[in-house]
């Protein structure tokens, strides 16, 4: 059965020497079905090169290697204005739009869970598929990874 992946998994798989990058790319690795979606990547690809100031070749380099195995949730534009009514019919604005993609990616997935570092984002939109908060993956200072 596939699991989901938020953008800050990727991320800390990506960028982080540390013990939360190491646990993120074991979760991945040990994951038979990886599975995120392609905005994920440019999210991903942000974060990255504009908040972590890594070069964009680097950087387009950890993520192909990070997500070599995943597959990837197409989302249409029905899916996208699903999530926004989702959005608006439990009384989120702004950026919970995003949150409620890649919730909805994962149940369009039909994932058995979605793996984030920020849960409770997720929990008032009453997921369909289980939320797992990476241990130790809220405010977790920028380690680089080893070249």
Same mark, same amino acid.
């Given at each position: 059965?596939?699991?989901?992946?938020?953008?800050?998994?990727?991320?800390?798989?990506?960028?982080?020497?540390?013990?939360?990058?190491?646990?993120?790319?074991?979760?991945?690795?040990?994951?038979?079905?990886?599975?995120?979606?392609?905005? #994920?990547? +440019?999210?991903?690809?942000? /974060?990255?090169?504009? !908040?972590?100031?890594? =070069?964009?070749?680097? &950087?387009?380099?950890?993520?192909?290697?990070?997500?070599?195995?995943?597959?990837?949730?197409?989302?249409?534009?029905?899916?996208?204005?699903?999530?926004?009514?989702?959005?608006?019919?439990?009384?989120?604005?702004?950026?919970?739009?995003?949150?409620?993609?890649?919730?909805?990616?994962?149940?369009? #997935?039909? +994932?058995?869970?979605?793996? /984030?570092?920020?849960? !409770?984002?997720?929990? =008032?939109?009453?997921? &369909?598929?289980?939320?797992?908060?990476?241990?130790?993956?809220?405010?977790?200072?920028?380690?680089?990874?080893?070249?």
């Amino acid at each position: 059965m596939s699991e989901y992946f938020d953008t800050p998994v990727i991320v800390f798989a990506c960028a982080n020497a540390g013990t939360l990058g190491q646990l993120a790319r074991q979760l991945i690795a040990a994951t038979p079905e990886p599975v995120t979606t392609p905005h #994920a990547l +440019a999210e991903s690809f942000n /974060t990255l090169t504009y !908040r972590l100031g890594i =070069p964009p070749q680097e &950087a387009r380099r950890m993520i192909r290697e990070n997500t070599a195995r995943f597959q990837f949730v197409t989302m249409e534009a029905g899916d996208y204005n699903a999530a926004i009514d989702r959005v608006v019919d439990n009384g989120a604005t702004g950026d919970k739009v995003y949150d409620v993609l890649h919730l909805s990616a994962a149940e369009k #997935a039909k +994932a058995a869970k979605l793996h /984030t570092s920020n849960k !409770r984002d997720f929990t =008032p939109f009453k997921p &369909a598929v289980q939320v797992v908060k990476m241990p130790g993956s809220e405010h977790v200072p920028h380690q680089p990874a080893a070249a």
